[in-house]
Each structure stands twice: as C-alpha cells, then as structure tokens.
C-alpha cells in the first residue's frame, strides 16, 4: 500500500472499522474537568466570562458553581475519527456537537468513539479525496450522556511523497494582511467592546427570528494565538507526543512528515505554526486549528445566550484555512423558534468571514432559552429533544 496515497486495499481497511470501538489515547488531553483546565481552555480561545474563573461570580449564577465553555470538549476528546490511510494528509473539517448538560467544574469523562461514515469525493484539488465521520459519546461520572459529536476529517493525499519529492507544486505562500494601525486600533476596540449578557436573563419570548447575535473578533491571527489553543487542548500528545514517545508514534501509525531541512519525520501538525510545511499541506503558509475557529463560534454564543442559556447544539462546518494575519468576524441570526415540551430553543445560522469578506466557516446553532412561561431552562436536557 502507497504510504501517503487514497488505495482501494487501504479504504477497505478503513471501513472494515466502521462501528467499532477505537482507541483514544492519543486524542484525550484531559479528563476531569478542573478549574485550571476550564481556566486555561478559556485563557486558550481568549475568553474571560467569569462563568469559567470566577468562583464568586459564577457561585452566585443560575448553575451555581464554575462550568466550563462547551467546546473544551476538544480537550477530552478532540473529535477527530481518521482511521487508517497511513501518511494520507487529514484536514479537520468540521463537527457537530450536541450538549444535554453543562460541564461543571470537577466533571469527569469516559468517551466512547467510532467511524460511522466513510465517503468518497473527488474535486479540482484532489481527484480522489475521503471524508471520514466518527461519533464521540462524552459519559459523565454519573453515568449520563452529557454531551455527543460527530467529527469530520477530510483525508486528502499529501503534496510530498513519503521521500520528500515533490508529486505537485504547492500552493504560493500568502502574505499575512498588513494593517494599519487605524485598522489594528478599530479591532482591539472591538475584541475589547464584545457584548456580554452576563447575568440577566434573555427570555425565549424576548428574542425574534431575523435578530442579530452580536458578533465576535478573533485576529489578526498569530502563531501564539495557535499555541495558546494547543496548550488548551493538545499539546504535543495529539501530534505523536515527543523524542522517543514520539518514534513510538509515528512507527505503530506512520503518520508524519518528512522535515525538508534535517530529513527526519516530523509531525504534520507542523503547518499550524511553520509555513514552509503549511505550504506543503495545501494550506498556503501558517493556518488555524479547525477546531479553535469553531469554538470562538460558540464564545459568541454564550456572550449572547448569558447565564441564564444553554447550549445545546453547535454544527459548523470548516470551508477555508484562517491564515496568519488573518482575522475573523464570528456573525450569528435567528431562524426559527420552537418548543419541544418545557425546553424553549432558539435556531441560530453562524458564519465566519474573514478581513476579505470570504467565507471561513459557518453552520447553525440550537440554545435553550429560560422563559416567562415555564422558567428555568430544564437542565439536564431530555435525550430525546436532539431527536
């Protein structure tokens, strides 16, 4: 089997996993949901809303006690199902999660993981291409479901072979924007100036499908903005850990790439920080974690929603790599509200452009809102209201 190349044989290895447990040691950064992890999963996406670090605050809120953002999730699980195609280049694609409770601080995890979809594409870039799609199951230390996600991976054929040759020409490397510094004072004013809901109640009966969520800045992305998200989530584990633990890695699941400057096997997770190998991946220089730019999406969402909301879904879908230089306007608008017996939802479409007002991301959202009706949104939620 080709290493780095979309096969037959090695598709039908993949499949023959579709529904199986697999292993997740290398996908799981925490857990138990601590207070340093929720602070530093906040401190990692750029988020200070007291629910997740003030115990006086949120001690005094609807749940009584610090919780955390809902994607730090990521970091018990990173969602991330791409089994088999060893050295076949993966780009996270997007995911779909669904929460029943909130994540409270002390919570403790179990997760249960399989592929459940498996589909070829073709396209300009790649003739053959795989997107794979595998469920996480999030189990609580009391036994409940708590939250699931579905993940998808694309799983593309690297630029280089597996001896560093050249198979195509890579993408031309992207400048990073240059900004004036009228430019750079007018986004600090408006990374500084996010709208919070904080501890007043937003009431389903309040809000009216076409209203707008108040929109949230991240940018201009910098490497340190990307190392800020792998201290939260990943570390080096996710990318094959280092020294020996990281030669054990890649030798049990041949998952690298080839250093062009020192010739050794490097981790491919490399282009999020270096653009030579950004550049390599298809990325066009430096790039964002998919996951990172989905959960700013919901740092929007819960500025809005306030103390009182509940997430309870967030689907998005991953278009376009977040450059370095880059920055992102996360926009949100209601599009529907409806009941399912005591649990008012409100249905949110989400999208990230970037500064050239190209489509980064986007999908939609489901929060539970309290009401005047019947009060309190009613936590855990009923398995049955993701139906």
Same mark, same amino acid.
């Given at each position: 089997?080709?290493?780095?190349?979309?096969?037959?044989?090695?598709?039908?290895?993949?499949?023959?996993?579709?529904? +199986?447990?697999?292993?997740?040691?290398?996908?799981?950064?925490?857990?138990?949901?601590?207070?340093?992890?929720?602070?530093?999963?906040?401190?990692?996406?750029?988020?200070?809303?007291p629910?997740?670090?003030?115990?006086?605050?949120a001690?005094?809120?609807?749940?009584?006690?610090?919780?955390?953002?809902?994607?730090?999730?990521?970091?018990?699980?990173?969602?991330?199902?791409?089994?088999?195609?060893?050295?076949?280049?993966?780009?996270?694609?997007?995911?779909d999660?669904?929460?029943?409770?909130?994540?409270?601080?002390?919570?403790?995890?179990?997760?249960?993981?399989?592929?459940?979809?498996?589909q070829?594409k073709?396209?300009?870039?790649?003739?053959?291409?795989?997107?794979?799609?595998?469920?996480?199951?999030?189990?609580?230390?009391?036994?409940?479901?708590?939250?699931?996600?579905?993940?998808?991976c694309?799983?593309?054929?690297?630029?280089?072979h597996?001896?560093?040759?050249?198979?195509?020409?890579?993408?031309?490397?992207?400048?990073?924007?240059?900004?004036?510094?009228?430019?750079?004072?007018?986004?600090?004013?408006?990374?500084?100036?996010? +709208?919070?809901?904080?501890?007043?109640?937003?009431?389903?009966?309040?809000?009216?499908?076409?209203?707008?969520?108040?929109?949230?800045?991240?940018?201009?992305?910098?490497?340190?903005?990307?190392?800020?998200?792998?201290?939260?989530?990943?570390?080096?584990l996710?990318?094959?850990g280092?020294?020996?633990?990281?030669?054990?890695?890649?030798?049990?699941?041949?998952?690298?790439?080839?250093?062009?400057?020192?010739?050794?096997?490097?981790?491919?997770?490399?282009?999020?920080?270096?653009?030579?190998?950004?550049?390599? /991946?298809?990325?066009?220089?430096?790039?964002?974690?998919?996951?990172?730019?989905?959960?700013?999406?919901?740092?929007?969402?819960?500025?809005?929603?306030g103390?009182h909301?509940?997430?309870?879904?967030?689907?998005?879908?991953?278009?376009?790599?977040?450059?370095?230089?880059?920055?992102?306007?996360?926009?949100?608008?209601?599009?529907?509200?409806?009941? /399912?017996?005591?649990?008012?939802?409100?249905?949110?479409a989400?999208?990230?452009?970037?500064?050239?007002?190209?489509?980064?991301?986007?999908?939609?959202?489901?929060?539970?809102?309290?009401?005047?009706?019947?009060?309190? /949104?009613?936590?855990?939620?009923?398995?049955?209201?993701?139906?």
């Amino acid at each position: 089997m080709a290493w780095g190349e979309i096969t037959d044989e090695g598709l039908a290895e993949a499949a023959s996993l579709m529904g +199986q447990p697999l292993r997740r040691t290398r996908m799981q950064w925490i857990e138990t949901a601590t207070r340093d992890a929720i602070r530093h999963f906040a401190w990692g996406i750029g988020d200070d809303n007291p629910l997740w670090a003030d115990r006086d605050y949120a001690g005094a809120s609807p749940l009584g006690g610090i919780t955390a953002p809902p994607c730090i999730l990521y970091a018990i699980d990173s969602t991330i199902v791409a089994p088999k195609l060893p050295g076949v280049q993966w780009i996270y694609a997007g995911t779909d999660f669904t929460w029943f409770e909130p994540i409270r601080e002390g919570d403790t995890f179990t997760v249960e993981a399989k592929l459940t979809k498996q589909q070829e594409k073709s396209g300009r870039r790649f003739a053959r291409w795989v997107m794979q799609t595998g469920e996480v199951v999030y189990r609580n230390q009391h036994g409940r479901v708590a939250a699931t996600a579905l993940g998808h991976c694309a799983r593309t054929p690297r630029l280089t072979h597996n001896d560093g040759a050249k198979k195509r020409e890579p993408l031309p490397e992207a400048e990073p924007q240059r900004y004036t510094a009228q430019e750079l004072d007018l986004l600090e004013r408006e990374t500084l100036d996010e +709208q919070r809901r904080g501890s007043e109640p937003l009431y389903w009966e309040d809000v009216a499908v076409g209203d707008e969520v108040p929109t949230v800045v991240k940018g201009p992305l910098s490497v340190i903005d990307i190392l800020a998200w792998y201290s939260a989530t990943q570390g080096a584990l996710h990318y094959g850990g280092a020294h020996g633990d990281a030669i054990r890695y890649r030798r049990r699941h041949a998952d690298y790439h080839i250093n062009p400057k020192t010739g050794a096997k490097d981790a491919a997770g490399r282009g999020h920080l270096e653009a030579s190998t950004g550049r390599d /991946v298809g990325m066009g220089g430096v790039y964002d974690v998919g996951p990172q730019r989905i959960a700013w999406a919901q740092h929007m969402l819960c500025n809005w929603m306030g103390d009182h909301g509940f997430l309870h879904e967030l689907n998005v879908s991953v278009r376009r790599p977040n450059l370095e230089g880059d920055t992102i306007r996360w926009h949100g608008k209601i599009t529907d509200k409806r009941t /399912v017996g005591d649990v008012r939802l409100v249905e949110i479409a989400v999208e990230a452009k970037c500064q050239r007002d190209i489509h980064s991301a986007g999908g939609t959202a489901v929060v539970a809102l309290p009401s005047r009706e019947t009060g309190p /949104v009613p936590l855990p939620l009923p398995l049955s209201v993701a139906d």
